[in-house]
């Protein structure tokens, strides 16, 4: 087995558990194929969160068997979310496949799929293990790393299937964090985002000797030489405390810029969808967090179409989306997940109502995105550099603290921070120019 392929599905925990796979693999000697039909050895890293993700795994799987049909030596291994909900039924919904594992098992994918000296063990393996948090992460971005805090969520949401594939919450020691911090900023990392599925929960479960919290933490790795950003996602709003707010008030790396997750802007709703805070208490945390957090960026994650949210509830919805006035959005269509609570509530919303209220919901979000990244023209922002455009080479991209894209024309390398005035707005990106470099 030479080369393999990994193809990802789902949030940035995925994506970093991606890193550590092709990191895995390549320090075993396997290299990355360009394409899928290049391959020896095709991983699908997977997501279950919503019936569209696995509409398009199966999809993919389809063609993945046809290309075994043509090679039978291929090997097909399927891992993450969806491998971990399925896990009963996997190989016999896809016979194509041979390895199948769950997101807490990804330090046995070596050995599983006959590259660690074995021939491949078919079958389905693992579950919840531990951090893979010695593997080498092949990182996709030179100058930002994903660091993992925490693994698993606590939380109760009716709607969703996370707990149930990514189990009880389990923070990971502080000393390695750290570690992990340090080593990465020897390495030329300059921005790190602290991932978590409710990371302002991190720190609860630990022993007594270590016990700590996540404000505390913040502080831990504002205090590491060369990180010059700190971001952190999701918080859960009914976490998020005043030690964090100082926290972030006080360390100059964790930059102005937080996700919060709405939901719904329906008290009755975010009950039944076991949130447990209500419209007023988001709406006071988002204020709180504005008045102590100047030029604070705000996103948030919203869904529309939970059983039985009325026009009046999605009516509320609109009116905490343009009191809140987010720079970003996520928007979702409210999608049934077997063994989930929501999923057998009655008064299911019917799919063409679904769609209509995403539309309505899309429009606004866009319209307050724009009007926002408007308001920046001409300021000077500081730009990290990611890289060159995607599409346009002679142009770099970059982020602003806020988590902006800019997007510039100049030459530069992936890490630098510049100045960057900025000349024009969409409801996505900032264009501009080189102001200055920022001086170190
Ligand atoms: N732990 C994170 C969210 C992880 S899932 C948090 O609570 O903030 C990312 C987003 O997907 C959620 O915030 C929610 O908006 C959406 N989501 C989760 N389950 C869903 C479902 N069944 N249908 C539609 N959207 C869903
Ligand atoms: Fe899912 Fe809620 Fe946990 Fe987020 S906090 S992962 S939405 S159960
Ligand atoms: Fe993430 Fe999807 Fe799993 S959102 S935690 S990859 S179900």
Redesign the pocket.
Known sequence: MRRYHLTT???Q??SHDSERIKGMLESLGLGEATSKEDADLVVFN????REK?DTKLSAYLGDAGARKRENPDLVIAVG??FAEAQQERIFDLYPQVDVAFG?GSIPHLGDWVGVGGEGVARGRFGTHEHFAGHLPPHRERAAHAWVQVSMGCNSTCSYC??PA??GREQSRRPGDIIAEVTRLAFDGVREITLLG?NVNSWGRDLSPDIRTEFGELLRACDAVDGIERIRFTSPHPKDFREPVIAAMAECDAVCEHIHLPLQSGSTRILKAMRRTYSRERYLTLAARLREAIPDLALGTDVIVGFPGETEADFAETLEVVEGVRYDSAFTFIYSPRRGTDAAVMADQIPEPLKHERLERLVEVVQRIAAEKNAERVGNIEQVLVEGPSRTDPTLLRGRTRRNTTVLFPGVGEAGNLVDVTIEGSTSTTLRGSIASAVPA
Do not use: D
């Open positions: 599905f789902g949030c925990m995925n997977t997501c279950t969160i993700p993450g979310c997101p299937i996370v594939v990514r599925q």
